[in-house]
Structure formats: structure tokens, C-alpha cells
């Protein structure tokens, strides 16, 4: 029965090709649109790790007062050098990294090589094991050599592509500003986005992967300077990085490792607690007032997803919808033309359900052309959407199978959904009343 | 022209659903229509505020060192550099710097009137510049001096150093100093000691083209320091007139012969500004493309829409159209019924679709903190929509009106 549904559909949509090409067209760049628009939504809304974004937590302290909140009283959002080195040194999350952006000098071996500059961040060791980075060889440093301020450095491949052509280069060494640092590990491909270990500095997306990590105390005692943002609300007593380093700017990101409620509960009450010495001992002038937020809240708090993503997605979504307000008029006009032979068959002795059927299956095959429409549609906005938006962002947007899924199921989804009343109307055509017309 | 609303108000009563769905459709379309057009407008506006900078013939180096040199270190290469530089035959003027206009963010301070204020008057970008910032850049000095050679300080790396004198922009000067005599008197820019308006400018752009830059755009000061930052800086240059390709192809060698201790990005690290002004505006022009094409799909749409509805409606017609010409109707007659009932259906929509439009303005002002739209857009979009309906309608109208009156005889 359905074959010859199938084959009324076809037969009733080839005799008005103008109208039946207009509602497959509407589908299809209503489908697309939200399609592209969903691909990069869902592409800077994603969780970077979801496997542990609910146990890796963000603290903030107040070390500026009441004229540094934002309008939403909270404090800054980045640390000063003395909040985030006492932290470290109290150790009371499971694990935890302090750590700041730095943008070093490296000199190839090789004589004649030009030196090249890169990117990366300055971390204490549980970093690595933290995030789970993957490495391709070797491993992250310990806390002996964050004690000792070892010489050591995680590096990425791309860099290990460049410096030593890929092969396993534990154990070499590197020149990174005039010194000598010996590679323990060498990650994998591991550029997260959004770059969620360090929001304040990227601004959550980042093309460029960090391609060095160096031990946090190594690089404050080799006088690397923070290469990322400094937000003062004071200029510093003193010049320089030390300056930098005993004032209340804040320039520095943590995160902090809590398996469970209870942890979370302690390391609250830990940093009620330090804050209240600090008031006690007189730097802060006001009570305490924290944050300590898991990574997806934090996310949220810092705007990650940008503002034009978003309106893109709701305007897109606007588009989808006026092109199924149109799809139901064109289904409409379409149905009830036919009410003539919606009156034979109905008094033939085709029920109601028939009716139902055969013009369901025929929303139903338009949906499935605009679909297909939709589909070519999606993968040219996908690949096209560089054109129109920043760089960062639109490399994010991937073709998937799930996206190719989802975009076909909207279509057909969304066309019988707008077919549902017209179908309706044409099932309640009385046939007495159109045979005695005709 | 004699219209009678009453008989189309009757006849579309027998079509409830399909004029409802038009009406709904022409609605929704103004309100997405009308704030993609505000957005549009919002980005293409910033897309054309002038920089202040002469960008025919600038462009701007960005020199890292790959050496750990003390302050003077740097000075005397930073010095040795700019020699270089000024000297090459296609190059005018050069001048080394922290920030630029349209860099895409960068340094600001906050400034005060008075060192004891807790909230600040406004924020402004912070540029660093020698004596020769405002012949580089092309900036207009419509007050006040330039900076005395001798004005121009030092700073070390992440030293905070703050200058006695400084240029302002106009927009900045106007904020601090609404009566317009701000030439000569001081502010504090997060700094212990007052800095001095020796000049004004007019335009400057300021480093940023976000939200926040926006909202204080224009307001930007010149101090007179030399940056000597042991991670690096950045080197304004400005071609003379029509040499900006060969001053971009001379620069980088005369530095490297200078000192091969540096590194400049092959990539991006020498940018004119066309190439900076490209860049700093890509979302901005990226959001304008985005909607424009949904804002053109939509019509398109909305208008397809139209003209199948309607031309169903007029092969339902047939015979009562026929039945009117033969009683003595025109042609005319036939064509204005159809326009004037599409415009019924079109302003039960408009109307509809302006409280929407206001609606859906009104909840990204409170979700995303966009600014308010204005009535214009509106405005715009109602006579858009109204004309697209009156265009889309046209073809199916004529149609009908060259129905012939034998169509009355005929049963079907």
C-alpha cells in the first residue's frame, strides 16, 4: 500500500513542479541555515572534557575589594602571584595547577637556524595528569621538579615535528630563551577547544595550539615574562616582572582538581578561610568573597560562546520557521486543489486513515527532497562559513555524520509536521459535496 | 479607483487558514528582517569609522627579540633600528610603539580627574609613541604642539612608566573637559602623577572594535615613551605616497641587517592596513554577510510563498472571476481585487510582525545586552514587505484579471 502511496506522491508533485520545487526550496535553505548556524554553535558550546569537566574547579579571591567586583560582585577573574602561589603551596585539591601564558624564543639546533618564537604556558606538573593530556612519548614532570625548578619541558608535536623531525626526543634539549631545557614528554595533537585551562588569555578560542609547556617556578626563576593579559587596579609599586609578581595585579589562571561534594565543600570553607586571614592580617580591607565554579559554570560566567554566535543560531532558527509557515500554506493549496479526487477516493471507500496516509507520505517526500537539498546545502555553509566568520571559530565547524543525520531528520521531521494540517483539512473534505460540484 | 474592502473581507473569511498563514508568515519575516537590517547597520557602521591613521601608506612591523638584553641593550637597538628605517628611500617617517588603532585590543588605563577618585571618568587606549607618532600614523593635530624629542622616555620590560606630557584624542579631551579647554590641563591615567595635555588629535581610533571599545570610542591618549620591552615591539612605518610595496620589502631587510637577533613573523609579522583593518573587522563583517543572506533568503521565501497561495486562490477562482466580468467588472477591477486583498493580508501582518519585531528586539536587549532598535528599521522593513507582497502578487493577479467572462458558462 505504501508503494502506491509513494507512487500518488510522485505523480501529484510532478504535476505542479513550480509549487512542488518552491517547498522543497524553502525546506532546504530553512534546513541548512539552522544547520550551519548549529554546527558552529555546537562546535564553541561543547564541553572540551566532558569526562571531567564536573570535577575541575575554577577559584577566584577578591584581592581587590569592592570598587574591583564586576557589576555582578564578583572578583577578578585571574589571580595575583601571591594568592595563586600560597594556593599551590597549601596543595588542598587532589590536583592542581597554577599557571600563566608565555610566549619564549626557541633556537633550533643547527647552525644559521633563525630563531622562532612560540606559544605556550608555564604549569606546575599535576597539569598534565589533570587534563589528561595525551603524550606520544614520554610524560609530564613530577613534583620534585617543580620543586627543584628543574629544566625540564613538555613540548607539542608540532614542535617536536619541527625541532627534531618527529622522533622521540626525550631526554634531548631544548634552547628556550638562552637555556637549556631537557623534553620529558611530547604530546599528542591536544589543542582543546575552547581553550578552557586558561579562558582569561584566549578568549576561549584559539587556533594556535600552545606548543611549549615549561615548570611554573622555572619559568618565574628564568624571569619569563607572562606574555597574557595583566588587569591591575593599581599600578605596581615596582618595575619589572618581579614587580609584576608582588603586586595585586592579577595574571594568573588555576585550576583545581575536587573528586566530590565533600571536597568541594572543604575547598570552600579552605578558601573562606584564607581569605579571612588575609582580611585579619590586614591586605584585604573587606570580608571574604570567593568563587570556586566547576569548568562548564565557569564557561558560562566568562561568555565563552560569543554573543554573534548565538543571535546567528536564534535568526537562523527564525528562518526555519517562516519556511515552514510557508511550507504549510503551499501544502495547503496543494491538498485541497485536489479536493475533487479526495472525493472520488473517499467515496470509492478510501477511510479517512487512507487520506492520512497518502498525503503524509507526500509531505513526507517533500521533506525527503528538501532534505537532500538541505544536506548539499549544509555541507557548502559548513565549508563556506570561514568566509564569513573569524577564523578561530569557523575552523570549529565540522561535517559530521551526526550532523548529516540530524539535518535530513529536521527536514522530514519539520515538512510532516507541517503537513499534519493540511492532511487534516483534506481528510475532513466532505465527498458527497465535491462530487456533486464536479 | 473605488475599493470595497467588504467583499474581500467576505470572500477571505472562506479562506481562513490560508490568509491566517500568509499574514503569520509576512509577521515573522519583519521581525527577522527588521533586526538582521539593525544588526547590518550596527556592523556596517563600525566597519567605516575613519582611524585617523593615513592607511594608504602605513604599515606596522612586529619586531620580537630573540635576545636577553638589558633595557639599554634594547634602547640602543630600538634606536639603531629607527635610523635604519627612516633612512630607506621609500619610507617617510617610522616610530616604534606598544599598540596601534584596529590592532584588535590592547593597552587601555582608566583616567581620572583626581588622584583620590575611586570610579573612573572613562577608560582610554594608551598608545607609546616618540616625537614621530603623529607624522607616522598621519594623525591631524587640530591643537596644542607634538612632542619634544626630548619628551620621550624609556621603558623596560613590564616597567610601568607614565608620562608627564601626553596628546589626547579630541573624543577623550571632550569627556574630561566638556567646555572644551582641555588643552594645558592634567589627568591622572592610573598613574601617581598627572600627565598633561600638551596637544590634541582628531580622529584616533582606538585599539579595540568590541563592545567595551565601542562604548568609549575615540577616547584614546599618546604617551611620549619609547617602548624597549625585552619581548619585543612594534614598528610603525609610513611610505611615502605610492611606495608602500617597496618600503614593505625594504624594512625587513634593513632590520635583519641591523641585527639578525630579532623575529618577524614571515607570516604576519609585517602588516599594511588594509590587511589590519580586514582583520581587526572580521566578525563584524562576517555577521553583516550572515544576515544579509538570511535577510535575502527570507524575501525570497516569503514571496514564493505569496505567489503559490496566491495563484491557488485565483485557479479556485476562476469561474467567480468570470462570473464578475461578465456582470461588468474590468480588467482592472479583477487586478486591484487581488492587490487589495494581498495588502489586507499583508497589514494584518506588518502589524502583527512590528509588535514581534519589538519583541524579539527588546529580549536580546535583556539576553545579549544588544542596543535598542530604533523605529527607522521598522520602518524600512514594513515598506519592504508591503511592496514585496504588492510585487509577488502581481504575476497571479494579472492572470486572473485576463480570465474570460465565457469562464462563467463553463462548469469547471
Not at chain 1, 603524550?135 to 613538555?154: H, I
Request: aromatic share 8%.
Amino acid at each position: 500500500m505504501f508503494a502506491y502511496y509513494l507512487e500518488l506522491a510522485l505523480r501529484s508533485l510532478k504535476r505542479s513542479p513550480g509549487l512542488t520545487a518552491l517547498m522543497v526550496l524553502a525546506i532546504g535553505f530553512g534546513v541548512a541555515a539552522s544547520m550551519t548556524s548549529w554546527s558552529v554553535f555546537r562546535a564553541v558550546s561543547g564541553d572540551p572534557i566532558p569526562w571531567k569537566s564536573a570535577q575541575l574547579f575554577v577559584p577566584q579571591i577578591d584581592n581587590w575589594g569592592p570598587n574591583g567586583r564586576n557589576p555582578n560582585g564578583d572578583p577578578p577573574s585571574a589571580m595575583d602571584y601571591a594568592d595563586a602561589t600560597t594556593l599551590m603551596r597549601d596543595h588542598r585539591a587532589k590536583r592542581q595547577s597554577a599557571m600563566y601564558q608565555i610566549s619564549p624564543s626557541i633556537v633550533p639546533a643547527g647552525a644559521g637556524k633563525h630563531p622562532i618564537n612560540v606559544s605556550g604556558h608555564a604549569v606546575y606538573g599535576e597539569f598534565f595528569p589533570m587534563l589528561d593530556t595525551p603524550f606520544q612519548y614520554g610524560s609530564g614532570w613530577g613534583a620534585s621538579d617543580d620543586a627543584n625548578r628543574a629544566q625540564v619541558t613538555v613540548i607539542s608535536s608540532k614542535l617536536n615535528q619541527k625541532l627534531f623531525g618527529g622522533t622521540n626526543s626525550v631526554g634531548r634539549s631544548v634552547s628556550i630563551e638562552g637555556r637549556d631545557y631537557r623534553v620529558v614528554g611530547v604530546l599528542n595533537d591536544w589543542n582543546p577547544q575552547p581553550r578552557f585551562y586558561d579562558v582569561v588569555n584566549s578568549g576561549g578560542f584559539n587556533s594556535q595550539s600552545d606548543d611549549v609547556f615549561l615548570p611554573f617556578q622555572t619559568a618565574i626563576q628564568a624571569a619569563i615574562p607572562n606574555d597574557g593579559n595583566t588587569n591591575c587596579n593599581a599600578v605596581p609599586k615596582e618595575s619589572g616582572f618581579i614587580g609584576l609578581q608582588q603586586s595585586e595585579c592579577v595574571w594568573i589562571a588555576y585550576l583545581a582538581e575536587l573528586d566530590d561534594a565533600a571536597a568541594v565543600a572543604a575547598y570552600r570553607d579552605y578558601l573562606q578561610g584564607y581569605a579571612r586571614e588575609q582580611q585579619q592580617a590586614g591586605r584585604f580591607g573587606w570580608a571574604p568573597n570567593n568563587r570556586l565554579r566547576d569548568l562548564r559554570a565557569w564557561l558560562d560566567d566568562q561568555h565563552v560562546v560569543p554573543r554573534d554566535t548565538k543571535v546567528s543560531l536564534l535568526v537562523a532558527l527564525g528562518l526555519l520557521l517562516v519556511c515552514l509557515v510557508n511550507t504549510i500554506g503551499l501544502l495547503l493549496a496543494k491538498f485541497l486543489r485536489r479536493s475533487g479526487e479526495i472525493g472520488v477516493r473517499r467515496a470509492l471507500g478510501a477511510t479517512r486513515k487512507a487520506i492520512y496516509l497518502q498525503f503524509l507520505t507526500e509531505a513526507g517526500m517533500v521533506g525527503v527532497a528538501g532534505g537532500g537539498l538541505g544536506l548539499a546545502l549544509t555541507c557548502a555553509g559548513v565549508a563556506g562559513v570561514g568566509w564569513v566568520l573569524p577564523k578561530d571559530i569557523a575552523s570549529l565547524a565540522r561535517l559530521d555524520v551526526s550532523l548529516l543525520v540530524l539535518t535530513l531528520l529536521v527536514a522530514v521531521l519539520a515538512t510532516m509536521l507541517a503537513g499534519l494540517y493540511p492532511t487534516w483539512r483534506a481528510s475532513r473534505v466532505q465527498p458527497a459535496w465535491q462530487l456533486k460540484s464536479n | 479607483m473605488n475599493l470595497h474592502f467588504r467583499p474581500i473581507l467576505t470572500a477571505l473569511r472562506r479562506h481562513k487558514s490560508g490568509t491566517l498563514l500568509i499574514a503569520l508568515q509576512i509577521a515573522l519575516t519583519l521581525a527577522i528582517v527588521c533586526n538582521a537590517l539593525f544588526i547590518i547597520h550596527a556592523r556596517l557602521a563600525n566597519l567605516s569609522k575613519a582611524s585617523g591613521v593615513d592607511e594608504s601608506s602605513v604599515f606596522v612591523i612586529a619586531n620580537q627579540w630573540a635576545a636577553d638584553w638589558s633595557t639599554p641593550q634594547v634602547d640602543a637597538q630600538v634606536q639603531a633600528d629607527l635610523l635604519a628605517l627612516r633612512r630607506l628611500p621609500a619610507v617617510r617617517d617610522a616610530t616604534p610603539a606598544t599598540g596601534y588603532p584596529l590592532k584588535g585590543g590592547g593597552w587601555d588605563n582608566f583616567v581620572t580627574l583626581t588622584p583620590e577618585q575611586t570610579q573612573p571618568t572613562t577608560d582610554a587606549a594608551v598608545y607609546t609613541g616618540d616625537a614621530n607618532f603623529l607624522d607616522t600614523l598621519g594623525l591631524k593635530l587640530v591643537a596644542g604642539r607634538n612632542f619634544r624629542p626630548d619628551e620621550v622616555m624609556v621603558m623596560g620590560t613590564q616597567q610601568a612608566t607614565f608620562s608627564p606630557t601626553a596628546i589626547v584624542s579630541k573624543a577623550l579631551a571632550d569627556k574630561l573637559f566638556p567646555a572644551g579647554d582641555a588643552l594645558g590641563k592634567s589627568f591622572y591615567a592610573m598613574s601617581p602623577m598627572p600627565s598633561t595635555i600638551v596637544g590634541i588629535v582628531d580622529p584616533l581610533h582606538r585599539q579595540g572594535v568590541d563592545q567595551y571599545s565601542n562604548a568609549h570610542a575615540g577616547q584614546a591618549l599618546i604617551w611620549p615613551i619609547r617602548s624597549d620591552d625585552s619581548r619585543g615591539l612594534y614598528y610603525i612605518v609610513r611610505a611615502k605616497p605610492g611606495q608602500l610595496a617597496a618600503a614593505m620589502r625594504e624594512a625587513p631587510k634593513a632590520l635583519l641587517a641591523q641585527s639578525r637577533l630579532r623575529i618577524i613573523d614571515p607570516k604576519d609579522g609585517i602588516q599594511d592596513y588594509a590587511t589590519i583593518r580586514h582583520k581587526v573587522y572580521d566578525s563584524d563583517r562576517g555577521m553583516a554577510i550572515l544576515m544579509g543572506i538570511i535577510c535575502v533568503v527570507l524575501l525570497a521565501i516569503t514571496a514564493a510563498g505569496i505567489v503559490g497561495l496566491t495563484s491557488f486562490w485565483v485557479g479556485q477562482r476562476r469561474r467567480q472571476i468570470g462570473v464578475r466580468r461578465a456582470l461588468g467588472a474590468r480588467q482592472r477591477d479583477i487586478l486591484a481585487y487581488f492587490l487589495t486583498e494581498n495588502f489586507l493580508i499583508s497589514a494584518a501582518g506588518v502589524a502583527l510582525g512590528v509588535v514581534l519585531a519589538f519583541a524579539f528586539n527588546l529580549w536580546t536587549v535583556t539576553r545579549f545586552a544588544l542596543d535598542r532598535m530604533s523605529l527607522g528599521y521598522v520602518g524600512v522593513g514594513v515598506i519592504v514587505l508591503l511592496l514585496l507582497g504588492q510585487g509577488a502578487v502581481l504575476a497571479p493577479a494579472l492572470r486572473a484579471s485576463r480570465v474570460s467572462p465565457v469562464e462563467a458558462t463553463r462548469s469547471v
